[in-house]
C-alpha cells in the first residue's frame, strides 16, 4: 500500500509546533498543574510529573505525531490505515475511538475552566477583585460558582467560540493566534514570577516545588502525574494524533515533540514559581483545590504597578491559551465526522457542539443547583477529569506503545521517527517495556489488586520492566512478525 496522500497540511513549516503548543500549554499548566502539586504536596509530585513526561510522554507523543501522519486522518482513520498498512488487527481503531471520547469529555469540562479564566478577565476590568483580601477573593470564586447563569453563560461563551473557529478550520485561526500569543503568555509568566521574587514568600514557594520528601513518592500521587503528563502533553485524546496528520513529510517528529514537551513543561514550571511563593506570602494553603490561581493571582495583580491592566492581560492570555487547547479536543470528532460521514466541518461542529453544550451545561451544575448530583460518589466535573485524566489516558498511552512496540511492522515506525540506530532503539525500548509496566503498575495499585505502593518498593517496577525486557528481547521475534526486522 502507498503512504497516504495528506489532505490538509500545516500552513507553514513552524504550523504543526504552534499548534502543537498551542494544544499542550493551556489550563493544564496555569491552573490543574499548581493545584494538583498543592494538593499532592510540593516537590515530589513535581518530581514524578517530570519523570513521567521524560519517560512516558514524550515516547508516546512521538508516536501518536508518527501513526497520525503516516495515516494522514482522525485518529480512528489514521489507526486504522496504519494498521491495514502495517500489520495489526482492524480492532486497534477503538484506541482511536476511546482517544476521542476522552478528547470530547474532557473539553465538557474544560469548558467550565475556561469560562473562569474569561470571566476573570472581565472581572479584572469591571473592579470587582480589587482590594479583596485573601478571603475576600475566595468569596469572590465561590459567588461565582454559586451562580449558574454566570457560570454557564461564560462555559457557553467559550463553548460558542470554540465550535466557530473549529467549523472554520484551524490551521488559520490557530497559527495565526498562536504566533503572538505564546510569547505574550511567556513574558507574562517571566514578569510574574519576578514579582514572585520580591513577594517575601519566593523562597518557601522554590522549596515547596523543588525539594521533596521521599514519604510523599506514593502510587496515588503517581498515577496523579502520570494522568497529567497525558492530559498536559494532549496524548490519548485525539488532539497530538490528528494535528500530526497535518504535518508535512520530511518534518522531524522527533525535534518537534521535544520543543513541544520542553515548552510545555517550562511553562508549567513557571506557572508554579509564578503561584507559590505568592501563596505562602500571603498565608494561603497550598491545597485550596481548583480556585488556587482565581484566588491567590488577583492577590499580585492589586499590589504590583499597573496591575489592572497586566492582571486583564494575563486572564486574556490565559483565556486565549484555553481555547487553542478547547480546539485541539474537538478537531478529532470534527475531523472524523467530515472525513467518513462527508458532514461539513461546520454541520460537523454544530451537531457535535449540541452535545458538548448539553453535558458541559450539566458539569457546570456540579458547582451549584447540582452539587449533590453524583456519578461514581463524585460530581459530573470531577467525574469527567478523573476518569479521563487518570484512566482513559493512561490506557490510550499503553495501548498506543503496545501498538507501535509490537504490533506495526518495524518500518513504518523507522520511517516516521527517522532516528539514528541508537536513539530508534531508546525509544523502542521505552514504547515496549518502560511505558506499558509503569503504567500498568499505576493502574494496577490503583484498583487495589498490587497490594503494595509500587513507589515505596521501586524494585518491583525494576524488575517488572527487566522481565519484561527478558522475555520480550527472547520471544518477540518469533511470536510477532513486525519484530523479526528489528
Ligand atoms: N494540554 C491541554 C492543557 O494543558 C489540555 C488538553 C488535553 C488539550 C487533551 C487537548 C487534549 O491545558
Given at each position: 500500500m502507498t503512504r497516504e496522500k495528506p489532505k490538509n497540511l500545516w500552513l507553514s513549516r513552524w504550523g504543526f509546533v504552534l499548534a502543537a503548543t498551542g494544544s499542550a500549554v493551556g489550563l493544564g499548566n496555569i491552573w490543574k498543574f499548581p493545584y494538583i502539586t498543592g494538593e499532592y504536596g510540593g516537590g515530589a509530585f513535581v518530581l514524578m510529573y517530570l519523570a513521567c513526561i521524560l519517560a512516558i510522554g514524550i515516547p508516546v507523543m512521538m508516536t501518536e505525531i508518527a501513526i497520525g501522519r503516516r495515516g494522514r486522518g482522525s485518529p480512528i482513520d489514521a489507526i486504522s490505515r496504519v494498521v491495514r498498512e502495517g500489520g495489526g488487527h482492524p480492532a486497534w481503531k477503538a484506541v482511536g475511538s476511546m482517544a476521542m471520547l476522552a478528547g470530547f469529555m474532557i473539553l465538557c469540562f474544560y469548558v467550565v475552566v475556561a469560562g473562569w479564566a474569561f470571566a476573570y478577565t472581565w472581572k479584572m476590568l469591571d473592579g470587582?477583585?480589587?482590594?479583596?483580601?485573601v478571603e475576600g477573593l475566595a468569596q469572590v470564586f465561590e459567588a461565582h460558582n454559586a451562580n449558574p447563569w454566570a457560570l454557564g453563560g461564560w462555559s457557553v461563551l467559550v463553548a460558542l467560540l470554540t465550535l466557530w473557529i473549529v467549523g472554520k478550520g484551524v490551521q488559520a485561526g490557530v497559527e495565526r493566534a498562536f504566533r503572538w500569543m505564546m510569547p505574550g503568555l511567556a513574558v507574562m509568566l517571566l514578569i510574574l514570577v519576578g514579582y514572585a521574587f520580591t513577594s517575601g514568600g519566593f523562597d518557601r514557594g522554590f522549596a515547596f516545588l523543588f525539594s521533596f520528601d521521599t514519604?510523599?513518592?506514593?502510587g496515588e500521587a503517581l498515577l496523579a502525574a502520570l494522568g497529567h503528563a497525558f492530559f498536559t502533553l494532549s496524548l490519548a485524546s485525539g488532539a497530538i494524533l490528528t494535528y500530526g496528520s497535518y504535518i508535512p513529510d520530511g518534518q522531524s517528529i522527533v525535534r518537534t515533540s521535544f520543543m513541544v514537551a520542553i515548552i510545555d513543561t517550562c511553562v508549567a514550571l513557571l506557572a508554579g514559581l509564578a503561584i507559590f511563593p505568592i501563596i505562602f506570602a500571603n498565608g494561603m494553603d497550598p491545597s485550596a483545590g481548583p480556585g488556587l490561581i482565581f484566588m491567590s493571582l488577583p492577590l499580585a495583580f492589586q499590589q504590583m504597578p499597573f496591575g489592572t491592566a497586566f492582571g486583564v492581560l494575563f486572564f486574556a492570555m490565559v483565556s486565549i491559551a484555553a481555547l487553542t487547547s478547547a480546539i485541539s479536543m474537538i478537531e478529532a470528532t470534527v475531523a472524523y465526522l467530515n472525513e467518513k460521514h462527508g458532514v461539513s466541518r461546520t454541520k460537523a461542529a454544530i451537531g457535535s457542539g449540541a452535545v458538548l453544550l448539553t453535558i458541559s451545561l450539566l458539569a457546570m451544575l456540579s458547582f451549584n443547583v447540582g452539587a449533590d448530583w453524583k456519578l461514581f460518589g463524585t460530581t459530573l466535573f470531577d467525574a469527567l477529569d478523573y476518569l479521563t485524566s487518570r484512566w482513559m489516558m493512561p490506557l490510550g498511552g499503553i495501548l498506543m506503545s503496545v501498538l507501535a512496540g509490537?504490533?506495526?511492522?518495524?518500518?513504518i515506525m523507522r520511517d516516521e521517527l527517522d532516528l539514528p540506530p541508537l536513539g530508534h532503539a531508546l525509544w523502542l525500548y521505552m514504547v515496549s517495556y518502560v511505558c506499558p509496566v509503569l503504567i500498568l503498575m499505576v493502574f494496577l495499585h490503583a484498583l487495589g489488586w498490587l497490594g503494595f505502593d509500587p513507589l515505596q518498593r521501586w524494585y518491583w517496577i525494576a524488575g517488572g520492566i527487566g522481565l519484561l525486557t527478558v522475555l520480550g528481547e527472547a520471544l518477540r521475534p518469533r511470536v510477532m512478525p513486525a519484530l523479526a526486522d528489528r
Open positions: 470587582s477583585l480589587a482590594a479583596s483580601s514519604s510523599k513518592l506514593t509490537y504490533c506495526l511492522r518495524a518500518e
